[in-house]
T-cell receptor, first 119, second 111 residues
Framework: GAGVSQSPSNKVTEKGKDVELRCDPISGHTALYWYRQSLGQGLEFLIYFQGNSAPDKSGLPSDRFSAERTGGSVSTLTIQRTQQEDSAVYLC?????????????????FGAGSRLTVL | QKEVEQNSGPLSVPEGAIASLNCTYSDRGSQSFFWYRQYSGKSPELIMSIYSNGDKEDGRFTAQLNKASQYVSLLIRDSQPSDSATYLCAGFYNQGGKLIFGQGTELSVKP
């Protein structure tokens, strides 16, 4: 697609329910990131996928959080047994490639985010 | 120590002034750095990238990188009210290639 697409844009759920957030990256982008942004805060790294490599899950805050990326494209972030502190905007971003060496191809494009509210 | 640190602000400057935003990072192996701008309620958008020591200029924006001091800055000349936003510094951390953001600096440009 032309941009990074995220759904749903807004999700209100009750404490204890499971939620799934979806990210459709730009076609051909091999790197995909999930970040969480709480109100008035910066971007908290959650997980990073690069091609067929094992994902970097070091930012996931607890085992209630998991993510997968199917076929190297669409990614789903799942939060089980949601808690009120999970309320935040969940941002997905993709880039043509990952890695930290400068190539110009590791610039991220962000989706519009999924706003999660846990009551 | 956080991987990427910024002063949270808010930073307030008058219209037409120079706004200076600062960032430090902990990973000496980091090679490339980015400044993203985020308007309230919107997603971050890239303003500048820099990977070599020294200055990089793009219009009213100048990014500065000092690898010896592990310091990155963004200067905005002739600041405009439309520049009012949160500015996020980011750098790659460790070998894995994940991009880490600072907590952001809120900039307010007063007419």
């Amino acid at each position: 697609g032309a941009g990074v697409s995220q759904s749903p844009s807004n999700k209100v759920t009750e404490k204890g329910k499971d939620v799934e957030l979806r990210c459709d990256p730009i076609s051909g982008h091999t790197a995909l990131y999930w970040y969480r942004q709480s109100l008035g805060q910066g971007l908290e790294f959650l997980i990073y996928f690069q091609g067929n490599s094992a994902p970097d899950k070091s930012g996931l805050p607890s085992d209630r959080f998991s993510a997968e990326r199917t076929g190297g494209s669409v990614s789903t972030l799942t939060i089980q047994r949601t808690q009120q502190e999970d309320s935040a905007v969940y941002l997905c971003a993709s880039s043509p490639r990952g890695g930290r060496a400068w190539s110009g191809a590791n610039v991220l494009t962000f989706g519009a985010g999924s706003r999660l509210t846990v009551l | 120590q956080k991987e990427v640190e910024q002063n949270s602000g808010p930073l307030s400057v008058p219209e037409g002034a120079i706004a200076s935003l600062n960032c430090t990072y902990s990973d000496r192996g980091s090679q490339s750095f980015f400044w993203y701008r985020q308007y309230s309620g919107k997603s971050p958008e890239l303003i500048m990238s820099i990977y070599s020591n020294g200055d990089k200029e793009d219009g009213r924006f100048t990014a500065q990188l000092n690898k010896a001091s592990q310091y990155v800055s963004l200067l905005i000349r002739d600041s405009q009210p439309s520049d009012s936003a949160t500015y996020l510094c980011a750098g790659f951390y460790n070998q894995g290639g994940k991009l880490i953001f600072g907590q952001g600096t809120e900039l307010s440009v007063k007419p």
